[in-house]
């Protein structure tokens, strides 16, 4: 596959985008990004939108093509620390499962000594 772009193509890219060239997988994700940041003005959304996705990009040129096993245990470090940070803010209380009765024995079993 082969595309060809034009001056007044890229130029129009990089006005979008704070002056970056960006294919358009990576601006779908830039635009992912904005979704999830705190709002704040429309530039600075952006800037830090592209930010953020430069860095998981460096992160994941530096880690997961050089060694996808170490990337595999850095990614459940990760969840690790999120369902970490989720537990200790206060979100549910306790978790696990709440007994609703007695678990007493379901049988009743008597013993003959004539056996």
């Not at 358009?24 to 952006?46: D, F, H, I, Q, T």
């Not at 880690?63 to 206060?90: D, V």
């Amino acid at each position: 596959m082969k595309e060809e772009y034009t001056p007044a193509y890229i130029a129009g890219v990089q006005e979008l985008f704070c002056g970056s060239w960006v294919c358009g997988l990576c601006a779908e994700a830039v635009k992912e990004n904005m979704k999830r940041l705190p709002p704040s003005p429309a530039s600075a959304e952006l800037r830090r939108a592209l930010d953020s996705h430069m860095e998981f990009c460096k992160k994941f040129n530096g880690t997961t093509r050089l060694n996808p096993k170490l990337s595999f245990a850095g990614a459940m470090r990760e969840i690790a620390r999120k369902s970490s940070l989720h537990r200790s803010s206060g979100g549910r209380g306790g978790g696990g499962i709440a007994r609703t009765r007695s678990c007493g024995p379901f049988m009743d079993v008597k013993f003959d000594s004539n056996v």
